[in-house]
């Protein structure tokens, strides 16, 4: 009932940007903490920004001073800016919301099926 869809990747040159986007549909009564998560090739998923209902935000370190998270709650969206890229931010990433269902009564986290970055040395 809840989707997820994630886009925005691409492949991008050393010190250049992105934008990714994150959408949610379905029968939600509310979108708790809403993050980005990212896994390159053979390497474990990890958290890269957060944000939680009262929009306060967490960065990982590798993040921090060169990514932004928000999110627009009226389209339930969130957004990650990508800037000063590395190499070593290739990697899928993906979306992941926690949310209500109408007439739920607890949080249930969704994810998305991602969008590839690809930073080219």
């Known amino acids: 009932q809840v989707q997820v869809v994630e886009s925005g990747g691409g492949l991008m040159q050393t010190g250049g940007s992105l934008r990714l986007s994150c959408a949610v549909s379905g029968d939600i009564f509310r979108v708790n903490t809403m993050a980005w998560f990212r896994q390159a090739p053979g390497k474990r998923r990890e958290l890269v920004a957060l944000i939680d209902y009262n929009h306060t935000t967490n960065y990982s370190d590798s993040a921090k001073g060169r990514f932004s998270i928000w999110r627009v709650d009226a389209e339930r969206s969130m957004y990650l800016q990508l800037n000063s890229l590395k190499p070593e931010d290739t990697a899928g990433y993906y979306c992941?919301?926690?949310?209500?269902?109408?007439?739920?009564?607890?949080?249930?986290?969704?994810w998305g099926q991602g969008t590839r970055v690809a930073v080219s040395t």
């Open positions: 992941n919301v926690g949310v209500i269902r109408v007439l739920a009564h607890k949080d249930v986290g969704v």
